[in-house]
């Protein structure tokens, strides 16, 4: 267990590339024995935050803290403001992506923990990935990315990916 009991508002690890996602890792999975994971995402303007995606081990759910947060599931689409809090169950095809003009938060809670360090990887990645490196590098998590929806989501909202 982690000992601190504020985190301060510039506090936690921050991965911030331009005109790209952003995360603030907040709390760790193996600091609260795995039970959840809790980052802060960072989205410019038309920023796509992942591929169309969906995982067999987590529940997501995003408190939209700042701007507007578009959410795709199956074929619905959503917009999602400061207060809302948008659910993405697990085994359920989904994405989201910064529908407005200004920049957006929104914090994640992810339960079970772990995916962060997926996300540590897509942070720290320097250009494009081949599909074939995306699927080895997902897979060992329980997570399949459909790529011909995500390129089909980037054309009609003019997104960033």
């Given at each position: 267990?982690?000992?601190?009991?504020?985190?301060?508002?510039?506090?936690?690890?921050?991965?911030?590339?331009?005109?790209?996602?952003?995360?603030?890792?907040?709390?760790?999975?193996?600091?609260?024995?795995?039970?959840?994971?809790?980052?802060?995402?960072?989205?410019?303007?038309?920023?796509?935050?992942?591929?169309?995606?969906?995982?067999?081990?987590?529940?997501?759910?995003?408190f939209v803290l700042d701007g507007s947060v578009g959410a795709r599931f199956g074929d619905e689409e959503v917009v999602a403001g400061p207060g809302d809090l948008v659910f993405k169950p697990r085994d359920e095809w989904h994405t989201f992506?910064?529908?407005?003009?200004?920049?957006a938060r929104l914090l994640e809670v992810i339960s079970p923990g772990g995916l962060e360090e997926l996300f540590r990887w897509f942070d720290q990645l320097n250009g494009e990935v081949s599909p074939e490196e995306l699927e080895r590098k997902i897979g060992p998590y329980g997570v399949q990315a459909d790529m011909e929806a995500t390129m089909a989501l980037v054309a009609q909202h003019g997104l960033i990916f």
């Open positions: 267990m982690v000992e601190r009991r504020i985190l301060g508002p510039e506090d936690g690890e921050l991965y911030q590339p331009e005109r790209a996602r952003g995360d603030r890792f907040l709390v760790n999975s193996p600091d609260w024995g795995g039970r959840f994971t809790l980052v802060e995402h960072r989205l410019p303007p038309s920023v796509l935050a992942a591929p169309v995606h969906k995982h067999t081990e987590e529940d997501e759910f995003s992506w910064n529908a407005g003009d200004t920049p």
